[in-house]
Nanobody
Framework: VQLVESGGGLVQAGGSLRLSCAAS????????MGWFRQAPGKEREFVAG????????YYANSVKGRFTISRDNAKNTVYLLMNSLKPEDTAVYYC??????????????WGQGTQVTVSS
């Protein structure tokens, strides 16, 4: 199983980025999916999660209203649209797949991460 993130990069504060995570999972719709991030010197933290069907989404308070998670089960892909980016959003962003009802901090699979840098 592989989770491959893409879409990271350097953006100015107030800008937008869309991250993608392509999953090589035959039963992609059997997994809740999520995004986490880790800034230098900090612990990895939850950012956003989406249910197996895509009908339910949930967010960390720090990104609520700015970030949107979505998934396309036909393409085995989960997305994270990030708007109104702030310098404090700078981190490595990781995709996660979890076979439980909601994504947890111990998912079944992690991606390798993609760097997001927001300049002020």
């Amino acid at each position: 199983v592989q989770l491959v993130e893409s879409g990271g990069g350097l953006v100015q504060a107030g800008g937008s980025l869309r991250l993608s995570c392509a999953a090589s999972i035959r039963t992609f719709s059997s997994y809740s999916m999520g995004w986490f991030r880790q800034a230098p010197g900090k612990e990895r933290e939850f950012v956003a999660g989406i249910s197996k069907s895509g009908g339910s989404t949930y967010y960390a308070n720090s990104v609520k209203g700015r970030f949107t998670i979505s998934r396309d089960n036909a393409k085995n892909t989960v997305y994270l649209l990030m708007n109104s980016l702030k310098p404090e959003d700078t981190a490595v962003y990781y995709c996660a797949a979890d076979d439980r009802v909601a994504v947890t901090t111990r998912p079944n699979y992690w991606g390798q991460g993609t760097q997001v840098t927001v300049s002020s």
